[in-house]
């Protein structure tokens, strides 16, 4: 089992920054790939970045403003969202995929609410 607890985010004015973290527990050996997904009201929930050995990917709506960062020593993953837009607005959800004997298990984190204003 994996939990995972975000934190960091908040209200803030367009053009603005936050950053997300999110720590991991439990059996985090396991752990493959982490990232970050998000769920604005009346959407589905979307992949917003993925890092696994190195390799990042982000969602073509994010690209050249947020990166995601992994701390393999402390089991963390952070999220620096910068030139935030109001289309940004979501519930962020970090998502941990790790590896067991019967395939891949993906746990989820609480949700951290992020509110950027026009």
């Known amino acids: 089992q994996v939990q995972l607890v975000e934190s960091g985010g908040g209200l803030v004015q367009a053009g603005g920054s936050l950053r997300l973290s999110c720590a991991a527990s439990g059996s985090t050996f396991s752990i493959d790939v982490m990232g970050w997904y998000r769920q604005a009201p009346g959407k589905q929930r979307e992949l917003v970045a993925l890092t696994n050995v190195g390799v990042r990917n982000y969602a073509d709506a994010v690209k050249g403003r947020f990166t995601i960062s992994r701390d393999n020593a402390k089991n963390t993953v952070s999220l620096q969202m910068n030139s935030l837009k109001p289309e940004d607005t979501a519930v962020y959800y970090c998502?941990?995929?790790?590896?067991?004997?019967?395939?891949?298990?993906?746990?989820w984190g609480q949700g951290t609410q992020v509110t950027v204003s026009s």
């Open positions: 998502n941990a995929v790790s590896n067991s004997a019967s395939g891949p298990v993906r746990y």
